[in-house]
């Protein structure tokens, strides 16, 4: 009997532990690998690649706007597979902004670019909101955290 309470008891707290690492909304599901990154882990790749796309769009390198727009939404859509109990409405909205950012980059329609670009941010906060991690912000870039990377359309 005394066994059967000591694993209870530490079982409970090492439950605790793994809880306080991540918001509920972020648990990783028991039967996927321990290869899979930490949603943290996944959102500072979003991070930087929203970063990048800015950079693209307001240097007007079109290719490189577009191709981070489908790396952003692979990685939406990867974190959504993986943590199934992220909010549908706000993979959802996310989604929809990025379309709509999408479309304004097809057409390199800067004027639709910066709004749109906005819109994505502005997604991204109310998914961090509804998930209990508010304090997480995103903002326009105000410059590029990457100095090794040439932003302006390549010339032929």
Not at 54 to 81: H, I
Request: glycine share 2%.
């Amino acid at each position: 009997m005394r066994r059967v309470l000591c694993a209870a008891t530490l079982a409970a707290c090492l439950m605790n532990a793994a809880h306080s690492e991540e918001p509920a909304f972020a648990q990783r599901p028991e039967t996927q690998p321990q290869s899979i990154g930490a949603l943290s882990d996944m959102m500072i790749s979003i991070l930087h690649r929203h970063a990048i796309l800015w950079m693209a769009g307001v240097s007007n390198n079109w290719p490189l706007a577009d191709y981070e727009a489908r790396q952003l939404k692979t990685r939406f859509m990867e974190a959504a597979q993986v943590y199934r109990n992220i909010p549908v409405e706000t993979v959802t909205a996310a989604t929809k902004a990025l379309d709509d950012l999408s479309a304004a980059i097809s057409t390199r329609n800067k004027a639709q670019f910066t709004p749109r670009f906005l819109e994505l941010t502005r997604s991204c906060n109310a998914c961090h909101v509804s998930a209990g991690v508010g304090f997480v912000v995103i903002e326009t870039p105000r410059t590029s955290p990457f100095t090794n990377q040439a932003f302006a359309p390549a010339t032929k």
